[in-house]
């Protein structure tokens, strides 16, 4: 028993060693794409948003790629998890927000 564990023990650096190139590439990848757009930026998503709306319009979208409307399907399933995850983190529950906790707003302070 005590071989093996020393075995489990002398992997660990390697392992280690093996990890650490992998989260430093996952980190520089999470910092250029989980930031939040600059100035600079919303003019191009204003653009896109308008150019999304008169495709809407026109029915240009009818005329997508299966590829293309997958990877629009991917990235709305994607913004749509995100969105939940947040709200899961914000109630600091998976199932529904504590009433019994939260103070009733001003207007409502009279009848509760």
Do not use: C, H
Request: proline share 8%.
């Amino acid at each position: 028993m005590a071989a093996k564990v020393a075995t489990l023990l002398g992997r660990i650096p390697n392992v280690v060693a093996g990890v650490i190139p992998k989260l430093n590439t996952a980190w520089r990848y999470a910092r250029v794409e989980m930031r939040p757009p600059g100035p600079s930026e919303f003019p191009r998503i204003q653009q896109d948003f308008n150019k999304l709306i008169s495709s809407a319009k026109t029915g240009k979208w009818k005329e997508l790629t299966f590829k293309q409307a997958a990877l629009n399907a991917l990235v709305a399933v994607e913004v749509s998890m995100w969105f939940f995850a947040g709200e899961i983190l914000g109630r600091r529950s998976l199932v529904g927000y504590d009433v019994a906790r939260a103070p009733l707003p001003a207007p409502l302070n009279k009848f509760g």
